[in-house]
């Protein structure tokens, strides 16, 4: 199994100004996704950040709102950019249970953002 | 459009008793299927799965049934206890030989009364 730390695990904020959320992973993995659960919503996928190369964005989530980096097999970061009450959510990153794509998940304890 | 529904937000059941949780899905494409357990304040943890080349799979005290021609599965658990008391999520994908995305349902909160 993955161990999953994300921080911070939570954070109220400005409008306007920018969050950036870090999750570390204890093993190299491939694939690593960022959700979103707006309060009393399913999990939603914004994006899949592959190491070496752009994150991939679902549709409704752009890079400019939510830019992602993937420096290494074992860290990425999201940032939540020029933040808005409907940004309030919790935001939680995943690895694959697998060596490869595998729909079994690690997930790491989530950020919830509440923005003033 | 909501592709994966959980119908009821919350469950309350006795403990030794039955839970059922039940899932709808609309993409007839799903063969897939998953549910997770989240506890407040920590991030969800894989509990079971399901193909859909089987209608039931079982682990231990939780097992999920699945009948495709209803796009109906629910995840049951025999004999509940408090500890299982948590948010749980159904979710469902479609297993290519390449990547594609998990989808989630709103969730069931699911209390277990001692």
């Known amino acids: 199994s993955a161990v999953i730390s994300q921080k911070p695990s939570r954070d109220i904020c400005q409008r306007g100004t920018s969050l950036t959320i870090q999750c570390q992973v204890d093993?190299?993995?491939?694939?690593m996704f960022w959700y979103r659960q707006q309060p009393g919503q399913s999990l939603t996928l914004i994006a899949t950040a592959n190491q070496g190369s752009e994150a991939t964005y679902e549709s409704g989530f752009v890079i400019d709102k939510f830019p992602i980096s993937r420096p290494n097999l074992t860290f990425s970061t999201l940032t939540v950019s020029n933040m808005s009450p409907e940004d309030s959510s919790i935001y939680l990153c995943s690895v694959p249970s697998g060596t490869g794509w595998s729909p079994e998940a690690f997930f790491g304890q989530g950020t919830r953002l509440t923005v003033v | 459009d909501q592709q994966v529904k959980q119908n009821s937000p919350s469950l309350s059941v006795q403990e030794g008793r039955i839970s059922i949780l039940n899932c709808d899905y609309t993409?007839?494409?799903?063969?897939?299927f998953l549910w997770y357990k989240k506890y407040p304040a920590e991030g969800p943890t894989f509990l079971i799965s399901i193909s859909s080349i089987k209608d039931k799979n079982e682990d231990g005290r939780f097992t999920v049934f699945l009948n495709k021609s209803a796009k109906h599965l629910s995840l049951h658990i025999v004999p509940s206890q408090p500890g299982d008391s948590a948010v749980y999520f159904c979710?469902?994908?479609?297993?290519?030989?390449?990547?594609?995305?998990?989808?989630f349902g709103p969730g069931t909160s699911l209390s277990v009364i001692p």
């Open positions: 093993s190299q993995v491939t694939m």
């Open positions: 993409n007839s494409m799903f063969d897939y």
């Open positions: 979710a469902a994908s479609e297993m290519k030989t390449s990547y594609d995305k998990v989808i």
